[in-house]
């Protein structure tokens, strides 16, 4: 049976700064998301597109919730085969290509440091990066490639990489 989930999202533009967009030199990029339920967003455009930098832009987000769903999916296939995981942290970075008519990412690639309880289950902990992947609602949805360097390592070990 195929389930479906909606995921309902409000963005506000909250950069009128009194003429509108009357120029491209005019307006705010500031907006905001929000959901039910859910704390506000703050947003804007990368600075390079005159956004502000104390505010998240939807390129940082995309790469966020790329991350976000990695690591759920990993943290979910670690606990049904016995890996506990102590710690996570990933350094994700995304590529972004630039041309005339737009742009698009080329890459994203995830940098996750984990931390096992046990030496034993390093190896198990990095082969399930590959079926977090698989499993991931967001990864499976880009046009691009999403990468994955995980560096694992037991509580006081050394670490260990692929």
């Known amino acids: 049976m195929s389930r479906q989930h909606t995921y309902p999202v409000v963005v506000t533009w909250t950069g009128n700064k009194g003429t509108g967009t009357s120029g491209y030199r005019d307006y705010g990029r500031e907006h905001e998301l929000t959901a039910e339920g859910s704390e506000a967003i703050a947003g804007s455009s990368d600075p390079a597109f005159r956004g502000d930098p104390s505010r998240w832009n939807p390129e940082q987000l995309l790469v966020g919730s790329l ?10 296939k670690c606990a049904v085969a016995g890996v506990v995981v102590t710690e996570y942290v990933d350094n994700a970075v995304g590529t972004m290509a630039e041309s005339a008519d737009g742009g698009h990412f080329t890459e994203v690639t995830l940098r996750p440091t984990i931390v096992v309880a ?16 698989k499993s991931c609602f967001i990864a499976s949805s880009v046009n691009f490639p999403v990468r994955h360097e995980p560096t694992v390592r037991s509580a006081g070990q050394g670490t260990t990489a692929p």
């Open 67 to 76: 991350s976000q769903c990695h690591m759920l999916s990993y943290l979910h």
């Open 118 to 133: 046990s030496p034993n289950m390093v190896d198990k902990a990095i082969e399930l990066h590959e079926d977090a992947h």
